[in-house]
């Protein structure tokens, strides 16, 4: 299994200002994925991150308020721009392993004031 | 477009007890189904893939069951503990792709 860690772990932060989301791979990996979770609701994509190309972004996400980098095959970062308190969220990062299993980072709680 | 649904919302049980988490897709056309594990605040922890060609899938305490053609999957976990409370989520990736659609979450409590 593929281990996974996000940094920050959680954070508060006022509105108007972005924040940067990283997800480090113990393991070379094509794909990863960026999910929120809202209060009380389950997970929903955000975008998909291939290394070398842009991310795909799931329909009511663009890359304006979520830029995402992929520099190499151990590595992204999530961008929450400009944020309001709906931005509020655990925003977790994904890898596909052997079999399809895919393997989740332990999540960055935000709040957003 | 593929939909999950898990019943039911919430559940409470006393310690010991042996119980069934259900899983409902519309779409039979997939290759496998995740059981997550996510404690409150927390990521997702895996805890069992069945591929479409199985039928079951166990590890330890627990048992995922999977029939494609009625579009269904449950986890039995047997003699409950109170550190499995948790939310259970499952999963099922679009077909040609990883992208996961998520179930809406079974919340467990195991009353000590």
């Known amino acids: 299994s593929a281990v996974i860690s996000q940094k920050p772990s959680r954070d508060i932060c006022q509105r108007g200002t972005s924040l940067t989301i990283q997800c480090q791979v113990d393991?070379?990996?094509?794909?990863m994925f960026w999910y929120r979770q809202q209060p009380g609701q389950s997970l929903t994509l955000i975008a998909t991150a291939n290394q070398g190309s842009e991310a795909t972004y799931e329909s009511g996400f663009v890359i304006d308020k979520f830029p995402i980098s992929r520099p190499n095959l151990t590595f992204s970062t999530l961008t929450v721009s400009n944020m309001s308190p709906e931005d509020s969220s655990i925003y977790l990062c994904?890898?596909?392993?052997?079999?399809?299993?895919?393997?989740f980072g332990p999540g960055t709680r935000l709040t957003v004031l | 477009k593929q939909e999950v649904t898990q019943i039911p919302a919430a559940l409470s049980v006393p310690e010991g007890e042996n119980l069934v988490l259900n899983c409902s897709f519309t779409d039979s056309a997939i290759y496998n189904l995740q059981w997550f594990r996510q404690d409150p605040g927390k990521g997702l922890t895996s805890l069992l893939l069945?591929?479409?060609?199985?039928r079951e899938q166990t590890s330890g305490r627990l048992n995922a069951s999977l029939d494609k053609s009625s579009g269904r999957s449950t986890l039995y976990i047997a003699a409950s503990q109170p550190g499995d409370s948790a939310t259970y989520l499952c999963a099922v990736p679009n077909f040609g792709n990883e992208k996961l659609t998520f179930g809406t979450g079974t919340r467990l409590t195991i009353i000590p």
């Open positions: 994904s890898v596909g392993g052997r079999l399809n299993e895919q393997f």
């Open positions: 069945i591929q479409s060609s199985q």
């Open positions: 393991s070379q990996v094509t794909m």
